[in-house]
């Protein structure tokens, strides 16, 4: 009876710790995730779209866009009426209003008109050159994404380097190790080739490798400083930062807004983790036609029923062509036919009309006197500006075709720099694959061979450390050459019109940079054919 009126309140018991012990579990979890996001750690896609959000150049560009378009609807405006007021034909022996019939007092008021359609023109023009900074942001963003990529595969080369090295240090020590129990054996049964000056050198080699380490250490603190450049926050006590393109200055001049000279700013702490790059990041992979040998390739396409052959230099000028610093460079010649519209104007004549009303006195004798009314039109006479508006019409054509010539100068140069980078990442897989074959099997097999004949004690510890440092910087050079070829990766990806959408920006491309994309759809299948023939053959860089 005693028992199982033990039973309940036991149960109860064990049942309430279960849930206590639970609940307690649960809420050190949640203190956990909550209070500590950094844990996780920071990707390459979540640096390069912090620091695409944090670049003040991106807002920079934003108001200069915003200011071009206020200065166009600023162009396209009359200017102001002019309002006279005077007092004529004043008699000099009375000064008497009413003394003489010609004495009257006068308002007037004149609007001047611009030479032809300056206006529009004006106001066309600028809104081209506002339509040339999302171009410049998209091209700003593929800068930021190419810079954030480089540093973290030097973070990411730094770290590996420091492992392999931390590793290879630790098999000195283990030769080092071999080495003084073979020397022990000298003094135990008298035979030995181990000396103490080897010991003594093994160490050394040691201590260097130690020093190198710490280089490495050096280089990696610099190459995360140089990253919180572009991830650190920024906090601004500047209120002017705070308006948008729905503000207008009448409103902020209606509310009593002044603008503050005396600002600050504040830096946070940049923390990248400690597992920042700590595993290969993923690049998007290159067409065909720049990671193969497609020099003596050609293909043909039909272009008003002839034949020409499109080789490699056309497909990448066909991309380039859509690189959003190409068609922001586009954009502005194209505002510059608005500058050679606008100098052709100052042709035109430039009118004014002009209104007035007279009041005059009554006569001495109160006789009434007629007030008068005016009306008058004016344009001026290019009798002495003909040689000033040549000369401006001169510049404006002088202008547009040195920005034609910059275009020109552009792509050659792009081209250029595509061609030396997509040469360099052919060389670049030949020596890799040059390492991975032969370099590296060579060594291992020496290194099998040396530490066990250290480990019989007819071997050399001094061949042994060669050989072990031998394979640490072999491995450093395929490590470095498998880095530098990412890195030539991500900087030909910043010549291709579309990049990864990942790498670009958190928000998405720009319309700017979707319509390229869209553009260059059409343009991957002319590509693909062009490649198609070098991989049918078999043919290898």
């Known amino acids: ?60 560009s934003q108001q200069k866009q915003r200011a071009l378009q206020a200065r166009g609807v600023a162009g396209d405006t009359l200017d102001n009426p002019e309002l006279s007021f005077g007092l004529l034909n004043l008699p000099s022996d009375g000064f008497a209003l009413d003394q003489e019939p010609m004495t009257q007092f006068k308002v007037g008021i004149k609007q001047t008109f611009t030479r032809g359609d300056s206006r529009s023109i004006t106001r066309q023009r600028f809104n081209q050159l506002a339509a040339a900074q999302p171009l410049m942001r998209d091209d700003r963003r593929k800068q930021i994404t190419q810079t954030i990529t480089l540093l973290w595969l030097d973070l990411y080369y730094a770290k590996q380097s420091i492992a392999l090295a931390t590793q290879q240090s630790d098999v000195l020590q283990q030769l080092i190790d071999i080495a003084q129990r073979n020397y022990a054996s000298v003094y135990a049964n008298g035979s030995g080739q181990i000396t103490q000056n080897d010991v003594l050198n093994a160490q050394l080699d040691k201590a260097t490798l130690g020093d190198r380490i710490a280089e490495l250490n050096v280089s990696k603190r610099t190459i995360e400083a140089k990253l919180c450049q572009w991830l650190v926050n920024e906090s601004s006590t500047d209120e002017y930062a705070q308006i948008d393109a729905s503000h207008t200055f009448s409103n902020t001049r209606s509310q009593g807004y002044t603008t503050n000279n005396n600002y600050e700013l504040g830096f946070d702490d940049c923390e990248l983790g400690s597992d920042a790059a700590g595993s290969l990041p993923e690049i998007p992979s290159l067409p065909d036609f720049i990671t193969l040998d497609t020099r003596n390739m050609t293909a043909r396409s039909n272009t008003r029923d002839k034949q020409r052959p499109l080789g490699r230099s056309n497909a990448m000028l066909a991309l380039l062509v859509e690189h959003p610093r190409v068609q922001a460079l586009k954009q502005n010649i194209t505002a510059s036919d608005s500058d050679v519209k606008l100098a052709k104007t100052q042709y035109d004549p430039k009118w004014a009309v ?82 991975e074959r032969v370099i590296l099997p060579n060594i291992v097999e020496q290194k099998e061979v040396s530490t066990a004949n250290l480990s019989h004690d007819y071997g050399s510890l001094n061949a042994a450390i060669e050989v072990s440092i031998t394979e640490l910087d072999a491995k450093l050079a395929l490590l470095k050459l498998r880095n530098e070829q990412r890195k030539i990766q991500a900087k030909i990806l910043y010549f291709l019109p579309h990049q990864d959408m990942r790498l670009l920006t958190a928000n998405g491309p720009s319309p700017a940079m979707q319509q390229a994309h869209e553009r260059s759809i059409s343009l991957k299948s002319s590509l693909s054919e062009i490649a198609s023939p070098v991989i049918a053959s078999g043919a290898r860089p």
């Open 354 to 435: 002009n209104a007035s009303y007279a009041h005059r006195q009554d006569d001495a004798l109160n006789s009434s006197r007629a007030d008068f009314w005016s009306l008058g039109v004016s344009v001026d006479l290019p009798l002495f500006s003909d040689q000033k508006q040549d000369s401006l019409l001169s510049a404006a054509h002088h202008q547009k075709e040195a920005l034609r010539t910059a275009y020109r100068l552009l792509i050659r140069q792009m081209m250029a720099q595509l061609d030396v980078l997509s040469a360099q990442y052919v060389e670049y897989s030949k020596r890799i694959r040059h390492y």
């Open 1 to 60: 009876m005693k028992l199982t009126m033990l039973l309940p309140p036991l149960r109860c018991n064990v049942l309430r710790k279960v849930k206590n012990t639970f609940i307690t579990a649960v809420c050190l979890l949640s203190a956990t995730l909550f209070s500590a996001p950094h844990s996780w750690g920071m990707t390459l896609i979540d640096a390069i779209s912090r620091a695409q959000q944090q670049d003040p150049w991106l807002s920079g």
